[in-house]
T-cell receptor, first 112, second 114 residues
Framework: GEDVEQSLFLSVREGDSSVINCTYT??????LYWYKQEPGAGLQLLTY?????DMKQDQRLTVLLNKKDKHLSLRIADTQTGDSAIYFC????????????FGIGTKLQVIP | GAGVSQSPSNKVTEKGKDVELRCDPI?????LYWYRQSLGQGLEFLIY????????KSGLPSDRFSAERTGGSVSTLTIQRTQQEDSAVYLC????????????FGSGTRLTVV
């Protein structure tokens, strides 16, 4: 079955870059996602990447995909205190309906 | 509505009681999903609706859990004879179709069984 793994916690200083890593097992994954969850809120889609892409950049966010190693990363440049949240890696496969499978979430703490 | 609305936002119930959690998806979204978020467990898929039918209910943890959707809109997740291990945040998401990247989550219902 599908499995998505990510580390539980990351602490960075304000202004530094943050890199959150994720590995997945489903080789048929079509889309890979990063979601952000702020305290008391639902999950908000930050960005996603199609499996035939290596990289996607969106303002301060850079997503890198190594499909061979099934490794996904999210880099946040110039990390701000407002970036403190839980970041979820997720994947879905094509065919049928796209059930999204989530990792456990990485809690990012930004130190002022 | 403008977003996915869930109610109640918080629910405390006694062990053994039944609870109903409600999800009001974005208007026009045909697909609806329930997830459970437990401490240290990530998001656990429970059930998926397309319209009023549930093609995938493989994530429901036991027969105490059931869900329905009426009119292709509001969905209710019912937990009978609640147990302490049912304590979690129950999240609902909806999307405009089954192959869509516009998955939108509600803020969740925090269920505490005492």
């Amino acid at each position: 079955g599908e499995d998505v793994e990510q580390s539980l916690f990351l602490s960075v200083r304000e202004g530094d870059s943050s890199v959150i890593n994720c590995t997945y097992t489903d080789s048929s994954s079509t889309y890979l996602y990063w979601y952000k969850q702020e305290p008391g809120a639902g999950l908000q889609l930050l960005t996603y990447i199609f499996s035939n892409m290596d990289m996607k950049q969106d303002q301060r966010l850079t997503v890198l995909l190594n499909k061979k190693d099934k490794h996904l990363s999210l880099r946040i440049a110039d990390t701000q205190t407002g970036d403190s949240a839980i970041y979820f890696c997720a994947e879905s496969s094509s065919g049928g309906y796209q059930k999204v499978t989530f990792g456990i979430g990485t809690k990012l703490q930004v130190i002022p | 509505g403008a977003g996915v609305s869930q109610s109640p936002s918080n629910k405390v119930t006694e062990k053994g009681k039944d609870v109903e959690l409600r999800c009001d998806p974005i208007s026009g979204h045909t697909a609806l999903y329930w997830y459970r978020q437990s401490l240290g467990q990530g998001l656990e898929f429970l059930i998926y609706f397309q319209g009023n039918s549930a093609p995938d209910k493989s994530g429901l943890p036991s027969d105490r859990f059931s869900a329905e959707r009426t009119g292709g809109s509001v969905s209710t997740l019912t937990i009978q004879r609640t147990q302490q291990e049912d304590s979690a945040v129950y999240l609902c998401a909806s999307s405009s179709d089954t192959n869509s990247r516009d998955y939108t989550f509600g803020s969740g219902t925090r269920l505490t069984v005492v």
